[in-house]
Structure formats: structure tokens, C-alpha cells
């Protein structure tokens, strides 16, 4: 069956400290794959996709970069974290294209 | 741009009655995918049921049932005998062929004892 990884599952950061969180799925094969931010009692903000190796769009700009150097792990980062950064981030990945999404237990990151 | 309109920021319901949730979208297309998905205080997204639009028969997973009116654009979830572990927030989604999974801002329910 299909699993899919996210950590860390907390994170206290500085501003201006470099970022990186990681995702990886299991149990399948060229899957597509999202980083999403979510609020504190708000909606989900989709931050990046992927539909393979090296392949990545950018849904917002924004002080954050994502890549997927292998085809079941998918990468978040930034160079200096704002204050603005803090919140709950979540992967996701998806098997086609009307497939519902499968989430990962999120990392809540909280810059200070 | 499809969108996806949830009206009820909150609800609250009793324990065994049953609750209703809203959720509307737009859309210009015939073939595509609902999905209700569940957020508990864990903050974990669970998947609670899906709906293929070329369906006409509404799904049903144990206590959670949807009513769809697919000429309404409306895409309703029923929570049948609320148990105290159904408080969660509570997001409507869309999907079409090639695009992304779009979401509504969500329903805070809150079952009370």
C-alpha cells in the first residue's frame, strides 16, 4: 500500500535561518506531488506541484523554492525564512489526474 | 477558475443528530471529481468520501453520505448519528481532468457531548 512521509513534524526557526522539509511516498511510482500551507482556522493555499523528476510549479510567489530530486521525494525549502513563513505545511501526492489527494501528518513551523 | 464555495464558517451539532454541511462550485465542466475531505484538531487531511460527477447514485461511507445536484453545483455531506470524534474542520474539493484539487475555505463543526 501507498504511505507517504512528511518531517520534521515541528519546527522552530529564526528569521533569516535557511528551510528544508521533506516528503517522500512509497508504495508507488511517478506520483504527483503538492506542497500546501495552511493558516492557523483557514483554508489550504497550494504552494507547489510536480509531475515528475525535475518538473515543478509555482502556484504563488514567495520567499520559498521546492524540488523533487528523486521521483518520490519532494523537497521544501528557503534560503532566509520571514516571519510570514510560519504555518502548517502539508504534501500531498496524487496517482492521475482525478485521483483525490493523499496528505502527509504536516509540519507546523513557526518562525521566530 | 473553478471555485468552490463552502457558506458555513461553523456549525455545531448534538451528539447522535445528524448535520448537513454545504458546499457549492462552479464549473463549465461535465466530467470531474468532489472529494469532502476531513481536518480533526491532529491537523492530519483525511480523505471522508468522493463523488464521480458522471455518477448520478450519491456515495455513501458508513455515517457520511453526500447529496449531489450535479445542475445546482451543489455538493452537500451528511454526518449521521455525530460522534465527538466527527469535530474537525471539514473542506469541500474539486477536481477536473489536468488541473489541480481546488478548495473551499472550509466548515468548523463542533459535535457537543
Known amino acids: 500500500s501507498q504511505t507517504i512521509h512528511q518531517w520534521p513534524a515541528t519546527l522552530v526557526q529564526p528569521v533569516g535561518s535557511p528551510l528544508s522539509l521533506e516528503c517522500t511516498v512509497e508504495?508507488?511510482?511517478?506520483?504527483?506531488l503538492y506542497w500546501y500551507r495552511q493558516a492557523a482556522g483557514r483554508g489550504l493555499q497550494l504552494l507547489f506541484y510536480?509531475?515528475?523528476?525535475?518538473?515543478i510549479s509555482s502556484e504563488v510567489p514567495q520567499n520559498l523554492s521546492a524540488s523533487r530530486p528523486q521521483d518520490r521525494q519532494f523537497i521544501l525549502s528557503s534560503k532566509k525564512l520571514l516571519l510570514s513563513d510560519s504555518g502548517f505545511y502539508l504534501c500531498?501526492?496524487?496517482?492521475?489526474?482525478?485521483?483525490?489527494?493523499?496528505f502527509g501528518s504536516g509540519t507546523r513551523l513557526t518562525v521566530v | 477558475a473553478q471555485t468552490v464555495t463552502q457558506s458555513q464558517p461553523e456549525m455545531s451539532v448534538q451528539e447522535a443528530e445528524t448535520v448537513t454541511l454545504s458546499c457549492t462550485y462552479d464549473?463549465?465542466?461535465?466530467?470531474?471529481?468532489l472529494f469532502w475531505y476531513k481536518q480533526p484538531p491532529s491537523r492530519q487531511m483525511i480523505l471522508v468520501i468522493r463523488?464521480?460527477?458522471?455518477?448520478?447514485q450519491n456515495a455513501t461511507e458508513n455515517r457520511f453520505s453526500v447529496n449531489f445536484q450535479k445542475a445546482a453545483k451543489s455538493f452537500s455531506l451528511k454526518i449521521s448519528d455525530s460522534q465527538l470524534g466527527d469535530t474537525a474542520m471539514y473542506f469541500c474539493?474539486?477536481?477536473?481532468?489536468?488541473?489541480?484539487?481546488?478548495f473551499g475555505g472550509g466548515t468548523r463543526l463542533m459535535v457537543k457531548p
Open positions: 474539493a474539486f477536481r477536473n481532468a489536468g488541473n489541480m484539487l481546488t
Open positions: 508504495g508507488t511510482s511517478n506520483p504527483n
Open positions: 463523488q464521480e460527477a458522471y455518477k448520478q
Open positions: 510536480s509531475v515528475g523528476i525535475g518538473q
Open positions: 464549473t463549465s465542466e461535465s466530467n470531474y471529481y
Open positions: 500531498a501526492w496524487s496517482a492521475g489526474e482525478f485521483s483525490g489527494y493523499t
